[in-house]
């Protein structure tokens, strides 16, 4: 069974950056999309950003330019550098990869 395992969630102040990490427990995670959506209290998952085997790149647009997906094919990891970090950024946030999801880490920034 896949395992994926988040790390790097935080409070942080509005402007600052925080870098997210997913590490799956299967190779194969490193040749299909994988992307990290969020989620606030009341309102659905949404993505954030995914990247595919080859590397393409999809953003949500309230990310886009702030925002950078990247992955470490070696390590079986994906990464979420947030930068410029706004308080609507705050959610938990979820990496999703192999039709598995990981725990959520949450995220949370201040005004």
């Known amino acids: 069974q896949v395992q994926l395992v988040e790390s790097g969630g935080g409070l942080v102040q509005a402007g600052g950056s925080l870098r997210l990490s997913c590490a799956a427990s299967?190779?194969?995670?490193?040749?299909?999309?994988r992307g990290w959506y969020r989620q606030t209290p009341g309102k659905p998952r949404e993505m954030v950003a995914t990247?595919?085997?080859?590397?393409?790149?999809n953003y949500a647009d309230s990310v886009k330019g702030r925002f950078t997906i990247s992955r470490d094919s070696a390590k079986n990891t994906i990464y979420l550098q947030m930068n410029n970090l706004k308080p609507e950024d705050t959610a938990v946030y979820y990496c999703?990869?192999?039709?598995?999801w990981g725990q959520g880490t949450q995220v949370t920034v201040s005004s």
């Open positions: 999703n990869g192999v039709g598995t």
């Open positions: 990247i595919t085997g080859s590397g393409t790149t």
């Open positions: 299967i190779s194969i995670f490193n040749i299909l999309t």
